[in-house]
């Protein structure tokens, strides 16, 4: 046993935390999801083979595993194709040594913004919002029509309100400033959304595959709902202060540390720490 842990090296160690948190940050991200759960089912089913396999000394079935896990890395890779990219496009979002500085001219106040959406969930009035953080949204700007325009509640539900041309579709939000309007978003092929609307699964799309934050403003219940990382919360209008809080970390200076390793440290830590208010409510499944 001594030898065994003298023989251990630093480079050994290294290794073996940069594998721990590798794997802990996957099996993070994919709890809950679909794709966390076929990950799950195999890796019990590999465990289980190569214990028999091990212990009883079964070489057949142990080669057998072996060239099976070969089709199983290239099939994860078709299976998590939406997570590999934005994990991509995240690490592209932050790999910028200089930092560009925001421009905030005409930004509008978060409480402003709540409170447009507030009003439009009273009025009964649907609208899509999307906040751009890291990762670009100028390719889903494109499908829409450019406006460059400040945030008003007057501007806000002229777009919104049917049935004018822009009502139908999402209005995209870059620094604080209305970007484009009428926008078409992915829509989420989550199961679990099938009876929602097209509203919410297009802002969960968007979630799924960029780091925006969505808010979705439901016509039929009056209520605001968040879409972030492929997950759906559901808010009340009264929850006006929650509600703040999350347009304030994706509208300009709601980072922390704008620096490089501010950035790193923030990605790092968004693997195991939940994005959310600390008084969030029930997450919604549909």
Excluded at 124 to 134: K, T
Aim: contains cysteine.
């Amino acid at each position: 046993m001594l030898e065994l842990i003298e023989s251990v090296t630093v480079s050994d160690v290294i290794q073996i935390v940069v594998l721990y948190v590798a794997i802990y940050a996957v099996l993070k991200g994919a709890k809950g999801s679909r794709f966390g759960q076929a990950l799950m089912g195999i890796g019990i089913l590999a465990t289980i083979a190569a214990f028999f396999s091990l212990l009883f000394h079964f070489e057949v079935i142990s080669r057998i595993i072996q060239f099976l896990l070969v089709y199983m890395a290239i099939s994860t890779v078709v299976i998590f194709q939406p997570e590999i990219r934005r994990f991509l496009q995240t690490v592209g979002a932050f790999g910028k040594f200089e930092t560009t500085k925001r421009q905030t001219d005409g930004a509008a106040a978060p409480e402003l913004v709540v409170d447009t959406l507030i009003e439009l969930a009273k009025a009964r009035i649907g609208a899509l919002v999307a906040f751009e953080r890291g990762i670009s949204l100028r390719a889903y700007e494109a499908t829409g029509v450019a406006t460059d325009a400040v945030f008003t509640p007057e501007l806000v539900k002229s777009i919104f309100t049917p049935p004018l041309p822009l009502h139908d579709g999402g209005v995209v939000m870059r620094d604080g400033r209305i970007s484009s309007a009428h926008c078409i978003f992915p829509v989420s092929n989550n199961p679990e959304l099938i009876a929602s609307g097209m509203r919410h699964r297009a802002a969960v799309g968007l979630s799924e595959e960029t780091d925006a934050m969505v808010m979705v403003v439901s016509e039929e219940r009056g209520q605001i709902s968040i879409a972030r990382n492929g997950r759906l919360f559901r808010y009340k209008p009264e929850q006006r202060e929650s509600l703040i809080r999350w347009v304030m970390r994706a509208m300009p200076g709601g980072q922390e540390d704008e620096s490089f390793s501010g950035k790193l440290l923030l990605r790092i830590q968004r693997l195991f720490v939940r994005e959310v208010p600390h008084d969030e409510p029930e997450k919604a499944r549909s």
